[in-house]
């Protein structure tokens, strides 16, 4: 049965038909039971999606490598910059992974600048991190 295609946004929801295939992990809403808070302030490896990240470079810049998307498609994981010096946070990503950003993203380097992460994979099953919001400053 054909279902007219229409676009999704807040507040419309999809029918999911049974011959339907998904290859992703489910997409779990954040809440204090599905969605980890993590404190970093130093380079460090993110071990878990969905995730909220404070990082603290109060003492130096550090890179955050990101995990494996291959392992979290359709999770996201949040980064915010808490304190207010001119240290850094940068990312990175494993090996066979790709990070997809807006052009010129860089590092988080105020403070409270957040920025989001989406695991994905592409057309051609290459997976990798894509960058959701670039550098929004709350």
Not at 21 to 31: A, D, I, K, R
Not at 86 to 98: G, I, P, Y
Not at 99 to 116: D, V
């Amino acid at each position: 049965r054909d279902i007219p295609s229409t676009r999704l946004g807040p507040g419309k929801s999809a029918v999911v038909l049974q011959s339907s295939e998904y290859n992703g992990l489910p997409v779990v809403p954040y809440s204090p039971s599905s969605c980890q808070i993590e404190y970093v302030n130093a380079t460090s490896d993110v071990n878990f999606a969905p995730s909220i990240i404070l990082c603290d470079a109060t003492v130096a810049s550090f890179t955050l490598t990101l995990p494996s998307a291959a392992g979290y498609v359709g999770r996201s994981i949040k980064f915010i910059k808490t304190d207010a010096t001119a240290a850094t946070v940068s990312f990175t990503v494993m090996s066979l992974d790709t990070l997809w950003s807006n052009g010129g993203f860089a590092s988080l380097s105020k403070q409270y600048e957040c920025i989001e992460f989406l695991a994905i994979s592409d057309a051609t099953s290459a997976y990798g991190w894509i960058a959701l919001l670039n550098k929004v400053v709350v």
